[in-house]
């Protein structure tokens, strides 16, 4: 059943339901239904219009991530790549480095941050700081020209998912370190797509929730990225605790 119709459907049951919760009920008419009834009716009525608030505030949660990852292609046309680039990234309250400039252009708790960055047109990005933004898949597409950008950091980023990570590879020449912990949506397939990263020698991947047997992947990790350095801390299970589990669960089948 589409969308259209499951709305349809429960509006006429609200509004059934209104009618017989408000029906006037008199002596010289059929009698009250019980208490538990009315109550029942009570607790519908508010069910469906919690139900109806929770939905629009998804919907909205939804059209705010897509505007604030909208792409910046208006400000590309006059200011370049590199410009929307980092007005992208200052929009979404994170930092970054230009290639060659010691300083970091950081937005504040408010979003507030120095214009001077407009100073340094065609001038491309090194570093990157997107930690515990809203930026996602489509967001990325911002950052596509960043063939300078050594270093990503996306630490506590709620939108980061394995798709996220497969588009990664458009820095597969130039990605040193990049920073994935604590990143909800992210699973042990997305972490696959990181073998195009040759050139990656700093990886975190600390405290991710969507992670099983974090000691199996860590090691198949270092085998598809050989030179490079893996921090996994906030697991509770060692390499040796699953081994010794698997070992276990292969003894008493052979009893």
Request: glycine residues 6%; charged residues 25%.
């Amino acid at each position: 059943m589409s969308a259209p119709l499951v709305s349809l459907r429960r509006c006429c049951e609200r509004s059934a339901l209104l009618l017989v919760a408000r029906r006037p009920w008199s002596s010289s008419s059929v009698s009250p239904p019980p208490l538990h009834t009315r109550l029942l009716l009570f607790l519908t009525q508010r069910f469906y219009d919690v139900e109806m608030l929770l939905s629009w505030r998804s919907k909205l949660r939804s059209r705010g991530l897509q505007k604030k990852n909208i792409y910046f292609g208006y400000t590309q046309k006059f200011y370049g790549a590199d410009i929307a680039a980092a007005y992208y990234i200052l929009s979404l309250k994170g930092g970054f480095r230009f290639v060659g400039q010691p300083a970091w252009f950081r937005a504040d708790e408010r979003g507030r941050f120095n214009w001077d960055f407009l100073n340094h047109k065609d001038t491309p990005l090194e570093e990157i700081d997107m930690s515990y933004t809203v930026i996602n898949y489509t967001g990325l597409g911002n950052l596509e020209n960043q063939r300078s950008l050594r270093s990503l950091s996306l630490r506590g980023c709620s939108e980061v998912d394995d798709w996220f990570l497969a588009r990664l590879h458009m820095f597969q020449d130039s990605l040193e370190e990049l920073d994935i912990s604590h990143c909800p949506r992210i699973t042990t397939g997305g972490l696959a797509a990181l073998r195009n990263l040759k050139g990656l020698r700093r990886l975190d991947i600390s405290s991710l929730p969507g992670i099983s047997s974090p000691g199996l992947v860590i090691i198949l990790l270092e085998e598809m990225l050989p030179q490079c350095q893996i921090t996994a801390t906030g697991y509770d299970h060692s390499l040796r605790q699953e081994e010794g589990e698997e070992k276990e669960e292969q003894m008493q089948a052979q009893r």
